[in-house]
């Protein structure tokens, strides 16, 4: 879904007005509806955090456009269609960019379509590019595809050799890669580069440590 839907969809349901979620927030109502009008490339890390606590929403939905709603509120995983995936250590491993693609672990994961389970796997990540969306020690949940939709997070690979976790973003003939910390400068890449970034799969869910 559409975040932007999805945020006018949550206020919605909960009957919540965009001067009351703009309160919560803490800003105008004007903003708000930016927000749900697709416009949430510039929000501030704090100001995620406060829209999900205010729609009772899990932070991980604004990077995967799924709803979910707060950990605490979760509905447990049906016991059906909960495989062992492997957990790799870094994303060129869990890929097979670099020889080292033994996984370190094993996590039970519901996959609703049985017979794609061996598109899912799990990453470790390391570094703060995707904070406080991603934190460094989390894991990510990643179905291995070649191609995602504009505005999605995605495992990508640049030159064949360097395998990160971006906000893909499309325009034109340009493609961006885009960190949610702000203190990360996007990468962009015009004309004939784009054929320097490679899309390997698409972040569906993420385990944050409780440490």
């Known amino acids: 879904m559409d975040i932007g839907k999805m945020i ?8 919540l007005t965009l001067e009351q979620v703009g309160q919560a927030v803490g800003v105008g109502k004007s903003t708000v509806k930016k927000w749900e009008d697709g416009y949430i490339s510039n929000m501030r890390r704090d100001k995620i955090a406060l829209l999900a606590k205010v729609l009772k929403m899990n932070p991980v939905s604004f990077i995967t456009g799924e709803f979910k709603e707060e950990e605490d509120q979760a509905t447990p995983l049906p016991q059906t269609n909960v495989f062992m995936r492997p957990v790799y250590d870094s994303i060129s491993a869990g890929f097979g960019v670099i020889a080292q693609d033994v996984p370190v672990d094993y996590m039970p994961t519901y996959i609703t379509c049985p017979s794609e389970q061996d598109k899912y796997i799990w990453i470790n990540v390391h570094g703060d590019s995707m904070s406080p969306l991603i934190d460094d020690g989390s894991k990510i949940l990643i179905k291995k595809q070649t191609s995602v939709d504009s505005g999605q997070i995605a495992a990508v690979l640049v030159d064949d050799e360097e395998a990160v976790v971006k906000k893909v973003l499309y325009n034109d003939n340009t493609v961006e890669l885009h960190s ?32």
């Open 8 to 15: 006018n969809q949550r206020r919605t349901e909960l009957k």
């Open 180 to 211: 949610v910390n702000p203190y990360y400068p996007p990468r962009v890449f015009k004309n004939n580069d784009v054929t320097r970034v490679q899309i390997l799969g698409l972040v569906k869910e993420v385990s944050k440590s409780l440490q």
